[in-house]
């Protein structure tokens, strides 16, 4: 199979998953030896990276303060560590978002996170308009997961107007030619469940953060996906600070620590 061809299966099973009644369940990752770990882990069906994750990883704070080149390097040689679809975060395009979804596409990965920073609604719409079109003149069923920041972004803002907001513009978005509509933020179960009947079952993601209902009942409320963003990052520092904690106070590797490396 030609890369072009391998790029397009990929693309359509992303796709699949993302339509299929059980939901998608994606642990971020954020360079090669992670993007194995998960990939190897039995379960996985699509890896997801973290634009948090890498930036951190190599010294940046995240919001595209790493350069674009570097990011679409890092998520090029994540793809390459499997032949499972590889969605990556490419935060709000760089200024460029067809161009960067562009490139992507060209290393290999079949979806992304784009999202709005709250900008007005048209200029976000445009931008979406502009990812989608980037995969449909490269011949891939690209999966796009527009993102909304109302929540992220969402300050004092009564909740039932963050609510409106987040669902005008995953009308929006959807109707732009999105796959998805990506909600981050701690949300209940009243708000999942508003999001998914005005949106439709399986086209909303939402992020694992604590406090979020379990994926099994995320995936009872219609949820399309979940990810789980910076804080699988945040588990496996904690492990790490957690070793070097024991360590200096006199013990060890804990038990049950597994050689995946």
């Known amino acids: 199979m030609s890369t072009a061809d391998s790029t397009i299966t990929r693309a359509q099973e992303l796709q699949r998953l993302h339509s299929d009644p059980e939901l998608l369940v ?12 998960v990939a190897n882990t039995p379960g996985t069906r699509a890896l ?14 995240d919001g595209e303060v790493i350069p674009r080149d570097e990011m679409i390097a890092e998520v090029g040689l ?18 460029d978002p067809g161009g960067t979804i ?8 079949v979806g992304a996170n784009l999202e709005d920073q709250l900008k007005p609604l048209s200029e976000a719409v445009r931008a979406v308009e502009d990812a989608v079109a980037a995969g449909e003149k490269a011949g891939v069923p690209f999966a796009l997961n527009a993102r909304t920041d109302a929540w992220v972004r969402g300050g004092g803002r009564d909740p039932q107007e963050i609510l409106d907001d987040a669902i005008a513009r995953g009308r929006a978005y959807l109707e732009a030619g999105a796959t998805s ?13 508003a999001l998914v009947d005005a949106l439709g079952e ?6 694992g ?28 520092l904690t492990a790490l600070a957690s070793l070097a904690e024991d360590a200096y106070a006199g013990g060890g590797l804990p038990e049950g620590t597994r050689k995946l490396n």
């Open 48 to 61: 997801a990276t973290a634009s948090h994750g890498i930036a951190a990883a190599r010294g940046f704070p």
């Open 102 to 109: 562009a490139r992507a596409i060209d290393v290999g990965v």
């Open 209 to 236: 953060v604590p406090g979020m209902p379990s994926t099994r009942r995320l995936g009872e409320l219609g949820v399309a996906r979940v990810s789980f963003g910076p804080w699988s990052q945040n588990v496996a």
């Open 202 to 207: 399986r086209k909303v993601n939402v992020i």
């Open 181 to 193: 509509f990506f909600v981050p933020g701690k949300l209940d179960e009243d708000t999942i469940r």
């Open 78 to 95: 994540i793809a390459r560590q499997t032949e499972l679809p590889v969605t990556a975060d490419l935060e709000a395009g760089y200024g």
């Open 26 to 37: 994606v642990v971020n990752v954020w360079d090669a030896i992670t993007a194995t770990t």
